[in-house]
């Protein structure tokens, strides 16, 4: 479940999305991503994220899992756990940069607004990670995805089994609807919207209003920083998706209404528009 700007093989994908009221940055969802990679192009690769956020982020919005690069797979333990059971803002800085290039992780990040000025900043991507991007793929968001922001996360061979996972903060474009990235290809080309794709992940949701009782508490070690931490949900609820399960091509998407009341069968498989 990703799309990427080569041939690669995907594996074992944790998603996660979080709604909560942060004491600085205010009403954010915060996005969590990490999967197995294996890079079957002949050179350097890249995940593509289309992240639904109001408002340009830049490299600040990016969260360093320093020794805590197991904090997903804690949340995915903590739901497991449960099941088992139960069996019986302000804006900073100035004017920034059409693409933004940095390091984050093993990753070379580009983030941009604008998909189609991405090709243009990939000489400025260490040349060991440089990818080839399809001027297709960059179409393709741009008349699908309008108003997000895009992050093309370069790396190369001996990178892919390395990465923690990626954490993002982001202000909304809409506070109610919480959704996570899940279109898939992985040829390098724009994805098949009308394609039945396997699946072989975790989907995770969150919020800090939920009531008492409210889904499967996540221990965090007593080490993890305090800026951390306080993106970090007290609970999750969430889904395997997998066994042989193939879906429509799509994002999962949740109102928060529904997430509240924990029915995980209003999950929906998001289809985009055309802007």
């Not at 074992?12 to 999305?17: A, M, S």
């Not at 008349?143 to 093309?152: D, L, N, Q, R």
């Not at 898939?184 to 800090?208: K, R």
């Amino acid at each position: 479940m990703c799309i990427s700007t080569g041939a690669a093989d995907f594996s074992g994908t944790i998603v996660y999305c979080g709604r909560r009221e942060h004491p600085e940055h205010g009403l954010i969802h915060v996005l969590g991503y990490q999967n197995t990679a294996v890079n079957l192009a002949e050179g350097p690769n890249a995940m593509v994220l289309h992240v639904p956020a109001a408002g340009r982020l830049t490299e600040r919005h990016f969260l360093s899992a320093g020794r805590n690069g197991d904090v997903l797979q804690r949340m995915v333990d903590a739901v497991e756990s449960v099941a088992a059971g139960d069996a019986g803002i302000a804006w900073m800085g100035a004017e920034a940069e059409t693409v933004q290039v940095f390091e984050h992780d093993v990753y070379t990040v580009l983030l941009a607004d604008d998909p189609t000025a991405v090709p243009a900043a990939l000489g400025r991507v260490p040349v060991h990670r440089r990818p080839r991007l399809d001027p297709d793929l960059s179409r393709f968001y741009a008349e699908h995805f309008p108003g997000h922001t895009f992050a093309v996360c370069c790396f190369d061979n001996a990178d892919a089994q390395r990465a923690k996972p990626l954490l993002l903060w982001y202000p909304p474009l809409d506070p109610d609807r919480l959704t996570v990235p899940a279109l898939d290809s992985h040829t390098g080309g724009a994805p098949d919207l009308d394609a039945v794709v396997p699946v072989d992940h975790w989907v995770l949701f969150s919020s800090d209003q939920a009531p008492d009782g409210w889904g499967a508490p996540v221990e965090y070690p007593a080490s993890m920083r305090h800026r951390l931490r306080a993106f970090l949900p007290g609970a999750v609820v969430g889904r395997k998706y997998g066994d042989g399960l193939a879906l429509r091509n799509g994002d999962f998407s949740i109102s928060h209404r529904d997430l509240l009341e924990g029915d995980l069968d209003r999950v929906e498989r998001l289809r985009p528009g055309r802007g």
